[in-house]
């Protein structure tokens, strides 16, 4: 069983979105995504100050047997990514959670949080 | 028109062993237990076991078997020594492949084929389509057989653990016939299709559980882990050899693959000789090459293959060496193209092709 942590959001796409103290939100993929996709390889992210809607693709995972889009769950611009994934992809694998956190987000309207599903509701989706 | 997916004798042993199962050549195989690259690592440093048993088998026999093989196949056949095996290829009129096979002489007038999956039907088919005046008969032998691959460094220390026959004895496409963990009238070949050494096991289908089990237990203690079909792709790219529907298919022919040399003109006429002397002697408008990329990106099945802005090729396979740690693949170019020119752009970066001459890994 892939593990869901209660205190996070999600989306059906398998992004975890995570609530900070600052307004922003930090952004990553489920750990049924990673067990999906096998071996990460590599993780092409945006750079920082770029802006997303709600649905936009802002970032591709590859793995050994596929190029996987990243959908990004909330409107919002970019202010920092996880340039660690560049020589360890395999966090992804390993911390999906934790180290292998790929985006912060400074959401448009914070209100679009509520929005997404909570770990009950995504766990219904797996 | 959807027909229903086969299962090889080794399902409930790929369950069992947690493998992750997925579609393939209407088949439903392990792609991976615990990773591809773990998995891949341990066939280069120590060993795998890999149920092949999708691959389709059939025995030829009879007063002109060799005849009859020489006028289907590249390679030549007639030269073959009972107790060894040949790779070859079995060409269309034109020179596209039908297949790409082994061929095992088992005596004089008997061989018995090792066939892709995915072409095992079509390939009888043909076979019994060309017998002709032939004095020989094409028997259909793939659900008989389970097939096993065990492969690396230790296989033949785990093999020998397994069974008496004496695999030092065994040269590369060399075969013996004999009993392993208890299972008479196994096929033992010295061959694969990873690049590392290790063997081919031919046998009876419903004994592969308890075979494949036992080598499981005798290999595990030094490294053996059971292997996937992910990483069998990852293995043949690295070694360099085709696999059916990528660097060969009924549009490329083995002169284009770079597989010349399974192509023996000088032998009696065969189908598809006079088309591939022709490719031979004139080139072709395409090849097969291969590359390696300076990225973490792969360049995947069917990427455009641009030369400035012109799209001169496309990618025929692409995965990570676990090995290199980096990007590898095979195209068909443009033979014009000039080499040094060639690039991919892989979702808006430009990355340039390296040229490189399989295999990738030594």
Redesign the interface.
């Known amino acids: 069983m892939s593990q869901v942590p209660a205190d996070l959001r999600y989306t059906k796409d398998h992004e975890w979105i995570r609530q900070e103290a600052d307004g922003t939100a930090t952004v990553g993929i489920t750990d049924h995504a990673q067990a999906a996709l096998?071996?990460v390889?590599?993780v092409?992210l945006p750079k920082v100050g770029k802006s997303f809607n709600a649905g936009d693709v802002f970032g591709?995972v590859?793995s050994?047997?596929?190029?996987s889009d990243l959908y990004c769950p909330v409107a919002g611009e970019i202010v920092a990514v996880n340039t660690g994934l560049?020589d360890a992809?395999d966090l992804v694998?390993r911390e999906p959670y934790a180290g292998a956190w790929m985006i912060r987000i400074k959401l448009k309207n914070s209100a679009d949080f509520a929005q997404l599903l909570d770990a009950n509701a995504y766990q219904l989706t797996l | 028109m959807t027909e229903p997916l086969a299962r090889t004798p080794l399902f409930d042993f790929h369950v069992a062993l947690g493998a992750?199962v997925v579609p393939f050549a209407g088949w439903e195989m392990p792609?991976?237990y615990s990773?591809?690259?773990?998995e891949h690592i341990a066939v280069r440093k120590a060993a795998g076991l890999f149920d092949v048993s999708h691959m389709g088998e059939a025995r030829v026999r009879g007063r002109d078997a060799a005849a009859f093989l020489d006028h289907l196949m590249t390679n030549e056949m007639s030269s073959i020594k009972p107790g060894s095996a040949r790779y070859t290829i079995m060409c269309q009129p034109d020179g596209g492949c039908v297949d790409d096979l082994i061929v095992y002489r088992i005596s004089e007038n008997e061989f018995f084929i090792c066939l892709n999956a995915s072409n095992a039907a079509k390939d009888i088919a043909w076979m019994q389509s060309h017998i002709g005046a032939h004095q020989v008969e094409v028997i259909d032998e793939c659900k008989s057989w389970a097939q096993l691959a065990l492969q690396g460094p230790l296989a033949e220390k785990i093999l020998s653990l397994a069974t008496d026959l004496p695999l030092v004895s065994i040269k590369r496409f060399h075969f013996l016939v004999g009993t392993v963990a208890g299972t008479p009238d196994c096929i033992v070949s010295r061959t694969g299709y990873t690049g590392s050494a290790g063997f081919e096991i031919y046998l009876p289908a419903k004994q592969a559980t308890s075979v494949a089990q036992k080598l499981i237990e005798l290999g595990k203690p030094i490294g053996l882990l059971p292997v996937g079909l992910?990483a069998r792709d990852?293995l043949r790219l690295e070694a360099g050899y085709p696999l059916y529907g990528h660097e060969i298919s009924e549009k490329i022919s083995p002169i284009q693959a770079g597989l010349g040399w399974t192509v023996k003109l000088n032998k009696s006429d065969f189908i598809g000789r006079a088309a591939l002397q022709k490719q031979t002697s004139e080139g072709t408008a395409s090849k097969v090459v291969h590359f390696t990329l300076s990225d973490?990106?792969?360049a995947?099945q069917g990427t455009p293959i641009l030369s400035g802005d012109t799209v001169v090729g496309e990618v025929l396979s692409g995965?990570?060496s676990p090995i290199l740690n980096k990007p590898i693949g095979s195209a068909l170019v443009q033979s014009s193209a000039d080499p040094a020119s060639l690039a991919v752009d892989i979702?808006g970066t430009r990355i340039p092709l390296q040229i490189a001459v399989a295999p990738f890994v030594k």
């Open positions: 096998g071996d390889t590599f092409d591709t590859e050994v047997k596929a190029a560049n992809p694998n | 992750r792609v991976q990773g591809i690259i773990e992910g990852s973490r990106r792969i995947r995965t990570l979702r």
